[in-house]
């Protein structure tokens, strides 16, 4: 089993920045592909970002390309970021982390590629 943890959400003024975390603890020995995904009130999950298992590859959505970057701090991916900059009223959502166990199935824009999803930080955007 893997636990994600994500921090760094909270309030901020529209042209803001943030930097959300998410940290991977249990089964950890092996590299995962990490994701962000997004839901706002009324409104389906969505993609936002994504970290390949082998570090050679990000993925993001268009809505988010150009302000948001997702990042690694090691090899295994047990610890990734997202910067968000730029942010807009509506980047106000739930954010939440997922991983999967090496390359994803179904593609990294999917929801149903991802096993393990954290609990999710607030992220409001607002004047």
């Known amino acids: 089993q893997v636990q994600l943890v994500e921090s760094g959400g909270g309030l901020v003024q529209p042209g803001g920045s943030l930097r959300l975390s998410c940290a991977a603890s249990?089964?950890?020995?092996?590299?995962?592909?990490m994701a962000w995904f997004r839901q706002a009130p009324g409104k389906e999950r969505e993609f936002v970002s994504a970290?390949?298992?082998?570090?050679?590859?990000?993925?993001y959505s268009p809505s988010v390309k150009g302000r948001f970057t997702i990042s690694s701090a090691n090899t295994k991916n047990t610890v990734i970021y997202l910067q968000m900059n730029l942010l807009k009223p509506e980047d106000t959502a739930v954010y939440y982390c997922a991983a999967t166990l090496g390359r994803t199935l179904a593609g990294e824009r999917e929801a149903l590629s991802y096993d393990y999803w954290g609990q999710g930080t607030q992220v409001t955007v607002s004047s």
């Open positions: 970290f390949s298992y082998d570090g050679r590859t990000t993925y």
């Open positions: 249990g089964r950890t020995f092996s590299p995962y592909t």
